[in-house]
T-cell receptor, first 112, second 115 residues
């Protein structure tokens, strides 16, 4: 079945550091890909998405590019802030199944 | 409504008791999802409703788990004869259910503790 693999956390960075959180997927066909974020004490919310190959999703300084050839959707940000501290989930929605499959989440801590 | 709401926010129950968790989706959203998030784990899909179609129950972990969606809106997740391993945060999400409107909106969750 479909699956999502994320780099294990926790990830700890200093403010203004460069962030990469790796995400790879296994799916039949070409799924839609998502990054969700869960800030402390809050519910999950969509951060960005891409629905076809080579699409780039972006929001709040975060970017991720849908790479069909490497089945990846890595999350990047050039300069993280303390307020970016959260758990980040990579997810896909398959073309055949309407379900969403989530990765295990990566906890990011940004230190001032 | 402004967003997806869930109730109760917290539930403590004794092993063997039944519990009901409620989800009110965003008005007009035809798709509704239930997930379970155990401590330190990712989201585990449980069940998916889309309009009047038969629900996708493929994620329900056992026959103790069931869910209904009445009138295409409110949904109730029922866990019978709860076990300690059922302790988790149960999340509900809704979406427009259209192929190009796949964004899910999550509720705050119900934190279930089975003693």
């Amino acid at each position: 079945g479909d699956s999502v693999t994320q780099m294990e956390g926790p990830v700890t960075l200093s403010e203004e550091a460069f962030l990469t959180i790796n995400c790879t997927y296994t799916a039949t066909g070409y799924p839609s890909l998502f990054w969700y974020v869960q800030y402390p004490g809050e519910g999950l919310q969509l951060l960005l998405k891409a629905t076809k190959a080579d699409d780039k999703g972006s929001n709040k300084g975060f970017e991720a590019t849908y790479r069909k050839e490497t089945t990846s959707f890595h999350l990047e940000k050039g300069s993280v802030q303390v307020s970016d501290s959260a758990v980040y989930f990579c997810a896909l929605r398959g073309r055949r199944s309407q379900n969403f499959v989530f990765g295990p989440g990566t906890r990011l801590s940004v230190l001032p | 409504g402004a967003g997806v709401s869930q109730s109760p926010s917290n539930k403590v129950t004794e092993k063997g008791k039944d519990v009901e968790l409620r989800c009110d989706p965003i008005s007009g959203h035809t798709a509704l999802y239930w997930y379970r998030q155990s401590l330190g784990q990712g989201l585990e899909f449980l069940i998916y409703f889309q309009g009047n179609s038969a629900p996708d129950k493929s994620g329900l972990p056992s026959d103790r788990f069931s869910a209904e969606r009445t009138g295409g809106s409110v949904s109730t997740l029922t866990i019978q004869r709860t076990q300690q391993e059922d302790s988790a945060v149960y999340l509900c999400a809704s979406s427009l259910g259209l192929a190009d409107q796949e964004t899910q909106y999550f509720g705050p969750g119900t934190r279930l503790l089975v003693l």
